[in-house]
């Protein structure tokens, strides 16, 4: 499905604790949850790939290449810095921040 997509941003991913609500298991390299952004009702899968590590267990901090199913809903919207909620469904799993962005069309005008 995404396999010939580039990357749209990068960030830094903190998963929270299975305490804390998060996950039970750790997460692989290429894990599909989905991203949600405050400013935005739309919920969507993002890809992540994470760099230079392949697994991350709960209460662990990543960055990743993020590669969104649908990026039409956030054209022109995301900035450096801007937070996201990682989330498996209705949960959240994870707390994000965009630290680099890939692909200019989703650059905020």
């Known amino acids: 499905m995404l396999t010939n997509k580039t990357p749209d941003f990068i960030a830094d991913i903190n998963y929270l604790t299975t305490e804390q609500g998060g996950r039970k ?24 790939n ?21 990026a039409d809903p956030f054209k022109g919207s995301l900035e450096i810095g801007f937070k996201f909620d990682v989330m498996e469904g209705a949960r959240i799993v994870g707390k994000g921040i965009i630290v680099e962005i890939l692909n200019p069309e989703l650059l905020a005008k």
């Open 50 to 70: 994470f760099i230079d590590k392949e697994i991350v267990n709960p209460g662990e901090e990543v960055t990743a290449e993020i590669t969104l199913l649908l």
């Open 25 to 48: 298991a750790p997460a692989f390299t290429g894990y599909f949850p989905q991203v949600k952004f405050s400013f935005s009702k739309y919920q969507g899968g993002g890809k992540q």
